[in-house]
């Protein structure tokens, strides 16, 4: 099977379950702007010189995919989506990174104490970090519009995005402070 299936050639896109839209549907726009944060985070992983932050990169990236398959299935086929053995974007899921947040802020010692621009500091996977960080913030507010439209209910899915973009942040500064 060729990756040039020809279906989208007038302007259509496939979701789950064989449903097409158009492909700027706020649905597309988001799962979109998902995918881009996850090949920015591709570029982070492979210039990071901490352990740490490859290793949760990769876990990141493996959850994308997990919320993308969810953005991509319409709310009347997630019974489907379940049923197929597909995970749904979990409070678990936000807590991971909330207990993320933690140990980069208390064994790390990485915290908030000014905004940092991004790449001052000569770090490659900071300033990778950094523009991960402003994707993930668009694919949030793309989300974001889809509940407040009511296409989308599971609040994890926003929650997960605002705090992996806390922890991107982190990561990035992680990054400067050892390289």
């Not at 302007?11 to 492909?23: A, D, W």
């Not at 678990?92 to 909330?98: A, I, Q, S």
């Not at 991004?118 to 900071?126: F, I, Q």
């Not at 668009?138 to 973009?165: C, F, K, M, P, T």
């Amino acid at each position: 099977m060729s990756i040039a299936t020809k279906t989208g050639d007038a302007g259509e896109t496939g979701l789950m379950f064989g449903k097409r839209v158009s492909k700027n549907h706020p649905r597309v726009e988001a799962n979109g702007a998902v995918d881009e944060f996850n090949a920015t985070l591709g570029m982070a992983r492979v210039s990071a010189t901490h352990a740490l932050t490859s290793k949760w990169i990769a876990e990141m990236q493996a959850d994308l995919v997990t919320l993308m398959g969810e953005l991509a299935t319409l709310p009347e086929d997630l019974s489907k989506f379940e049923e197929k053995g597909f995970q749904r974007v979990a409070k678990e899921m936000v807590d991971k990174l909330d207990d993320w947040v933690t140990e980069l802020e208390g064994k790390h010692k990485v915290n908030f104490m000014k905004w940092a621009v991004p790449g001052a500091a000569g770090s490659p996977a900071g300033a990778a970090l950094d523009l991960a960080r402003t994707v993930c913030r668009r694919a949030e507010r793309h989300v974001a519009s889809l509940i407040e439209d009511g296409d989308i209910e599971n609040v994890s899915i926003l929650q997960y995005l605002n705090r992996l973009s806390d922890v991107c942040w982190l990561l990035a500064r992680l990054e400067e402070k050892d390289d």
